[in-house]
């Protein structure tokens, strides 16, 4: 996982990149926007934009879908986060839009 925080300027504040094991590609990008959620949440920031490239994440977020059995847990405990923030939003980026962040996510070795 690869995580960039840029203030409300577009400059970086923070980024920092973890290794965990995940079944699937959308389990890894939920596991990754909790974590960036529980960051952002420890770190007293309390307007959120959580930008990521897996549309099947984002919008299982955004449309409050449990569907996949493997992601249920870790989407309730996303919903859960997301009710600590003011203003928070999930939304899609394309990769090609969000070239650090998987550079970042890539550079960490692989728990495998």
Known sequence: MGCIVFNCDMHRVSEFSEAYY???AIQAEALAIHKALC???RSK???VLIQSDC???VLQIATRQKVDYQLRIILEDIFTVLA???CCSVS???R???KKAYTLASSVPSMY
């Open 84 to 86: 600590l923030f003011h």
């Open 92 to 94: 899609f980026i394309p």
């Open 45 to 47: 920031l309390y307007h």
């Open 39 to 41: 960051w952002a949440s």
């Open 55 to 57: 549309l099947s994440a």
């Open 22 to 24: 995940a079944q699937s």
């Open 96 to 98: 090609a839009f969000n």
